[in-house]
């Protein structure tokens, strides 16, 4: 096989073969396709685009490019669930809780924080003493015991996915539809789950920014996954607006244990409920409305919260926490966001705060840069809201006192009034699965 004729062969809008596909992604994780040459690829696949079975199977070879994770022992129990990334997006502290305590496995591996989102592992990282990092044995253990793990995401699990999106990240190819939809599927399949529920998000704080652009994406992921004999299901939501209140480690975490105690913000419940719902009946095979029923008991009971407490103490994390949410603390340095006029609020965008709450300490610039816990941001007002001149819109949090008054400006730009109410906005658009492909 000549890389050459692999690129002309795209170039033309030609179907790559198995032996092909699954060639070259060898030979690149192997260092053995220079950069240049796999660069030109992906510009032909961003202008071609692939076939249904091109990007099943070049995310089937991604996959297998390293180690995955063998949950088979946990027959059709086990289910995992995936973000696109967003603002103030805690539904997995919430929905894995649920999703265990009625009967499922969620052994997960979950990536950090980069820019304005934040990261699983990062926010799980504010109880002290939590390990996000588990020797192979300790992680299906505790799958087993607690039927709950969320680790750190090994380098060693797809590979190639890794060199791809460096390289596309670089050559102006990341917002392609199968190479999207094949670097997050290939991770998911690798982590060994037998089910998998996705909530794509867009909006001005999503990546894809309208619910068409998202259904596509959501089509191909729940296309790629059926194709891998795994059961999947896909939930498009709406990230025009931080979901819930807060942004921020700590400060998400604490509004994630409210909703398991049952005083969690509505559109944090309804999403983590949606989800949980999926999940349940993906994992132990129910019927999708008496999953949701499965779920709202499971919150309404306290079992849910009594499985995210087992969770947190069996990884090592300080459950005192759990049990006094105080413990966790507040910022040094905090100031409120007021309103400068009467009306509502129109919009919020949700990009702009979440670049807000990085530069207070919430978030990374780079891969190097070390994250506040306590930082972030509680919004006390969204859209629909009235509001008074004076009215506390947000309260900011911060170590870094030299940062509030650049935060101030963000938020203050990020807010949107108006003097009549708006309409609500859509929380959730569509929901696919593999029926309604």
Known sequence: MRMYDLIEKKK???ALSREEIFEMITLYTKGEIPDYQMSAFLMA???????????????????HSGDTVDLSLFGTRSVDKHSTGG????????????????????AKMSGRGLGHTGGTVDKLESFPGYRTALSPAEFTAQAEQCGLVVIGQSADLAPADKKLYALRDVTATVNSIPLIASSIMSKKLAAGTRSIVLDVKCGNGAFMRTPEEAKTLARAMVEIGTANGRRTAAVITNMNRPLGHAIG???????AMDVLRG????????????????MIS???????????RTAEDMLESGKALSKFEEWIAAQGGDARYVRDPSLFGRATHTRDVLAEQDGFILSTNAEALGTAALILGAGRATKEDTIDPRAGIILHKKPGDAIQKGDVIATL????????????????????????????EQLIFDVITEATL
């Open 12 to 14: 033309r809008g030609e």
């Open 45 to 63: 696949v961003y202008f071609r685009g692939m076939t249904k079975e091109e990007t099943a199977l070049l995310t089937e070879a991604m996959e």
């Open 87 to 106: 603002v103030g997006d805690k539904t997995t502290p919430v929905v894995a809780p649920i999703v265990a305590a009625a009967g499922g496995v969620v």
């Open 249 to 255: 480690n700590s400060l998400e975490i604490c509004e």
């Open 263 to 278: 005083k969690g913000p509505e559109d944090l419940t309804e999403v983590c409920l949606t989800l949980a719902s999926l």
């Open 282 to 292: 993906l994992s132990c095979n129910k019927e999708l409305a008496e999953a949701r």
């Open 397 to 424: 949090y911060t170590e870094r006192e030299s940062a509030l008054d650049t935060a101030e400006k963000a938020v203050t730009a990020a807010v949107v009034q108006t003097d009549k109410a708006p309409d609500p």
